[in-house]
């Protein structure tokens, strides 16, 4: 099936650092998503992305689907302490709009 | 409040036992998922409603897994005799789209399910 790679799988940064990660499939998805997980909640949407080679911003974050269709990155500018979380990314498969998870990249942030 | 709703957050359930859980979409939101979340991995997709249709099950783990949407709104995911493998984070997600456009989705807070 469908592998999903996601990386690093967790960061400790200073408040101020830009953050970057990254996901690689073995197949091509159509749309690419990014979410990001407190402790006891649901994911909540960070950003999505539904054209190759499509750059996404919003706020400090940002987020491009791969020319290949088979990657994509989020960068997180300026980090601040509430930026500290899981963030997954997920691809679209088929026309449902199912999606298939990477495994997260933990996120902690010191002063 | 406005955001999809789950019950009960917490389940302890020793083995064998079946529970339900249940999930309160928002409302108006054609499409609703269930998703299950292991410790330290992400979800992981289960079936998929369109209104009352079941348009996809391919991720149930097994004929002990069965989710219903009667009325296209409020849905509950139930499993029987549980197993300790069962145990994990139960997720729900609604849209207010259908097809592709589902993949923007609104995710509940969890059902926490433990089997001892």
């Known amino acids: 099936g469908q592998q999903l790679n996601q990386s690093p799988q967790s960061m400790f940064i200073q408040e101020g650092e830009d953050v970057s990660m990254n996901c690689t499939s073995s197949?091509?998805?159509?749309?690419w998503l990014w979410y990001k997980q407190d402790p006891g909640e649901g994911p909540v949407l960070l950003i999505a992305?539904?054209?190759?080679?499509e750059l996404t911003s919003n706020g400090r974050l940002t987020a491009q689907f791969g020319i290949t269709r088979k990657d994509s990155f989020l960068n997180i500018s300026a980090s601040i302490p509430s930026d500290v979380g899981i963030y997954f990314c997920?691809?679209?498969?088929?026309?449902?709009?199912?999606?298939?998870f990477g495994a997260g990249t933990q996120v902690v942030v010191t002063p | 409040g406005a955001g999809v709703s789950q019950s009960p957050r917490y389940k302890v359930a020793k083995r064998g036992q079946d529970v339900a859980l249940r999930c309160d979409p928002i409302?108006?939101?054609?499409?609703l998922f269930w998703y299950q979340q292991a410790l330290g991995q992400g979800p992981e997709f289960l079936t998929y409603?369109?209104?009352?249709?079941?348009?996809?099950k391919s991720g149930l783990p097994s004929d002990r897994f069965f989710a219903e949407r009667p009325e296209g709104s409020v849905s509950t995911l139930k499993i029987q005799r549980t197993q300790q493998e069962d145990s994990a984070v139960y997720l729900c997600?609604?849209?207010?789209?259908?097809?592709?456009?589902?993949?923007?989705?609104?995710f509940g807070p969890g059902t926490r399910l433990t089997v001892l």
């Open positions: 992305l539904y054209k190759a080679g």
């Open positions: 409302s108006g939101h054609v499409s």
């Open positions: 997920a691809g679209r498969l088929g026309s449902w709009g199912k999606l298939q």
């Open positions: 197949s091509i998805f159509n749309t």
């Open positions: 409603f369109q209104n009352e249709a079941q348009l996809d």
């Open positions: 997600a609604s849209s207010p789209e259908d097809s592709g456009g589902a993949a923007r989705k609104f």
